[in-house]
């Protein structure tokens, strides 16, 4: 079949009517549509997701620079499924669609959605239309020839919001205190009066507006918030200070950025009451203004809380060193963490903080935890920051040597070893590898346990291999080798887009090749299940089992 037997009358007919078939033909073919608008219709959540992705994508592809004249065509595809498709919201993602490359021709089918009785699809064909021919402006009146007073009666009485704004803009160039009298009496528009009155090259009503913060008012306060430039001056610190005790958090939340910006060490007490606030949303901001603030005397001043307050104090102050960075805060929480008889409130923070900020010094001191503190409680804790600061620092070779000294230290002593072997994808390097064929052909079926949990979470395809070579190491135990499949069809499941395409479809062709039975070739494939567009790529332009091919086809369509 060529491509012209797949193209609908409807579209054909759009194609001719431009006068010829385009060279650089770059219509969505049918059959991508079908795929798309089949997830689109589905129940599963990330494949609906995923095919709005798609269409938007290939909408986007279809239309762009230098492929001016397929816009029709595609069009013409677009009006098509929005009369046949039977979704609501299938229907307002085509709208979206319309919206950005629709033209007059839309119209007609638009206006029938508008008249349809149904609101949800007369809105989105109303946001299309409006889009496609904006819908006529009222003139506003002359404003450059009228005088201050005339600007600020339209200012205060004009019933047209747009009017308003523009009479005051015109104001604020031509009179800056007439501006600043509207401002203040103003009531519907007072927060879009300061807006403008802050980005004034008046300075005198650009402090008129400043002075909103002070106001009873939370819109004013919230409006000169949100219209702070980047820099802002340090004499507005206590005026922030003072919003801080408002009760609204939207207002809260803008003042602590803007504290980011103009806070010195006058706003520390606030912002660390706040790190720890039960909201996450103060929680992070307040963390992020912590971080942002230049001033040195922060750190002096936590550095004196480590040394000189309470245990509670001591923790917050350690935690706030950590949010910001300070010089010397990873040396810090090493000793802090080393330390065994520091008071344990103090040796969790320190660990915790090492997600931030450890080193690679932090590895061996994590490791030794994991190894000897299984009695105070901190093992859990080291094992979760071994896996998260490893992620931040990308460095296998550190942590494994850190991982190597502990397995030789814990030697003969299984539950110890089992507890680091846990966490050892930390350390997802060749070295770390070996180890662990060593420890399965060991055939202690506790670390043949924990082995097949841990390589299916292996950072790289190494993970996948070793799996194979296990498998294959195992035939006296099809229950062995069946879980070896298991693990391969988990890690390629839970990859990502770090992990390279090529050989994540080597390590597919490699498993099916060595399987056995369905069960283990079924294990690998459904690794495959949430395929997207690159894998169906793949597939089709490189040589593939033809049950997996078939099979990530299938399910990329979904």
């Known amino acids: 079949m060529t491509f012209l037997a797949k193209i609908s009358l409807r579209t054909l007919t759009a194609t001719f009517a431009l006068g010829a078939m385009p060279l650089s033909f770059a219509q969505i073919s049918d059959a991508e549509l079908d795929s798309i608008f089949d997830r689109l219709n589905g129940d599963d959540f990330a494949a609906r997701y995923a095919a709005r992705m798609d ?12 492929k001016e004249t397929q816009q029709a065509i595609v069009e013409q595809q677009l009006l098509e499924r929005l009369q046949s498709e039977p979704l609501l919201t299938t229907k307002l993602w085509i709208l979206r669609q319309i919206e950005s490359i629709g033209s007059e021709a ?54 047209n919001r747009s009017i308003r704004y523009q009479a005051f803009m015109q104001l604020s ?22 807006r403008i009155a802050m980005t004034s090259s008046s300075s005198l009503l650009r402090r008129e507006a400043l002075a909103q913060l002070d106001s009873p008012k939370v819109s004013h306060q919230i409006a000169v918030l949100g ?20 009760e609204n958090e939207t207002l809260e939340l803008q003042t602590i950025e803007a504290l980011g910006r103009a806070g010195t060490a006058r706003s520390l007490q606030a912002l660390l009451s706040r790190i720890e606030a039960r909201s996450r949303d103060l929680r992070d901001a307040a963390a992020d203004a912590l971080a942002a603030i230049p001033d040195s005397k922060i750190d002096r001043s936590l550095r004196k809380m480590l040394k000189r307050g309470a245990v509670e104090e001591r923790v917050l102050a350690l935690k706030a ?43 061996p001191i994590l490791v030794d935890i994991v190894l000897n503190e299984a009695q105070s409680g901190l093992r859990r804790d080291a094992q979760k920051t071994l896996k998260r600061m490893s992620l931040r620092l990308a460095d296998p070779d550190a942590a494994w040597a ?61 993970g996948g291999f070793a799996l194979l070579e296990l498998a294959a190491a195992s035939d006296e135990s099809q229950g062995l080798q069946d879980q070896c499949f298991a693990g391969i069809g988990k890690l390629i499941l839970g990859s990502d887009a770090t992990y ?17 039975n369905p069960r283990q070739r079924q294990s690998v ?34």
């Open 525 to 558: 494939i459904t690794g495959f299940r949430y395929s997207t567009w690159r894998e169906r790529v793949h597939v089709t332009y490189n040589e593939v089992d033809p049950e997996l091919k078939e099979a990530v086809l299938e399910y990329a369509k979904d």
């Open 106 to 159: 839309a119209i007609p089918q638009l206006r029938q959605l508008i008249d349809s009785g149904d609101g949800e699809l007369a809105k989105g064909a109303r946001m299309a239309m409006d889009r496609i021919v904006p819908p006529p402006q009222p003139e506003p009146p002359p404003y450059e020839g009228l005088s201050a007073s005339e600007l600020a009666d339209l200012a205060r009485n004009a019933p």
């Open 55 to 66: 269409l938007q994508d290939e909408v986007s592809a279809a239309t762009a620079p230098g």
């Open 173 to 194: 160039k031509q009179d800056a205190k007439a501006a600043a009298a509207v401002m203040l009496d103003a009531e519907a528009s007072a927060a879009e009066f300061i």
């Open 402 to 462: 850190a991982f190597e000294q502990g397995f030789a230290a814990s030697e003969g002593d299984v539950d110890t070893q089992l507890a680091l072997l846990l966490v050892s994808d930390a350390a997802p390097n060749a070295e770390a590898i070996a180890f662990l064929k060593s420890l399965w052909n060991a055939e202690d079926p506790r670390f043949r346990k924990t082995l097949l949990r841990v390589l299916p979470a292996w950072r790289n395809w190494d």
């Open 227 to 246: 219209a702070l430039s980047e820099k802002l001056p340090q004499s507005v610190e206590k005026s922030l200070l003072r919003l801080l005790e408002s």
């Open 500 to 516: 390279p395409m090529d050989v994540k479809f080597e390590l597919a062709a490699a498993a099916l090749d060595q399987a056995k």
């Open 321 to 363: 060193l950590s949010l910001r960075a300070s010089p010397g805060v990873n040396r810090l929480v090493n000793a802090y963490a080393a330390d065994s008889d520091l008071d344990k409130p103090l040796r969790e923070e320190a660990i915790s903080n090492m997600e931030l900020v450890g080193d690679v010094d932090s590895f």
